[in-house]
Nanobody
Framework: QVQLVESGGDLVQPGGSLRLSCAASGFTFSSYWMYWVRQAPGKGLEWVSAINRGGGETYYADSVKGRLTISRDNAKNTLYAQMNSLKPEDTALYYC?????????????WGQGTQVTVSS
């Protein structure tokens, strides 16, 4: 049973920082590309970032480039998103997701999300 559990979301002021975590279980974590996706209030899903199996290759949406760093610790089966210089437009429910397999670029499994709110 694939399970992804996000944590670390919080209420922060503009310019602040957060580190999100995603604990994975039920599959061989190191064998899959992982992703962060977010959904702002009243809006659709937005792909945020991607990381390959070993963690040496990363991709970012323009909206977060330079402010978000995706990483993973395969020994701990955990995915991370370090977010700095947060803006109100970063307010969203943040999901981690697992690739369908074979590097397909299809997000086959999702967690329930963790809420990030950026407000003064």
């Amino acid at each position: 049973q694939v399970q992804l559990v996000e944590s670390g979301g919080d209420l922060v002021q503009p310019g602040g920082s957060l580190r999100l975590s995603c604990a994975a279980s039920g599959f061989t974590f190191s064998s899959y590309w992982m992703y962060w996706v977010r959904q702002a209030p009243g809006k659709g899903l937005e792909w945020v970032s991607a990381i390959n199996r070993g963690g040496g290759e990363t991709y970012y949406a323009d909206s977060v480039k330079g402010r978000l760093t995706i990483s993973r610790d395969n020994a701990k089966n955990t995915l991370y998103a370090q977010m700095n210089s947060l803006k109100p437009e970063d307010t969203a429910l943040y999901y981690c997701a697992r690739d369908l397999g074979h590097g397909a670029g299809v997000l086959g499994y999702w967690g329930q999300g963790t809420q990030v709110t950026v407000s003064s």
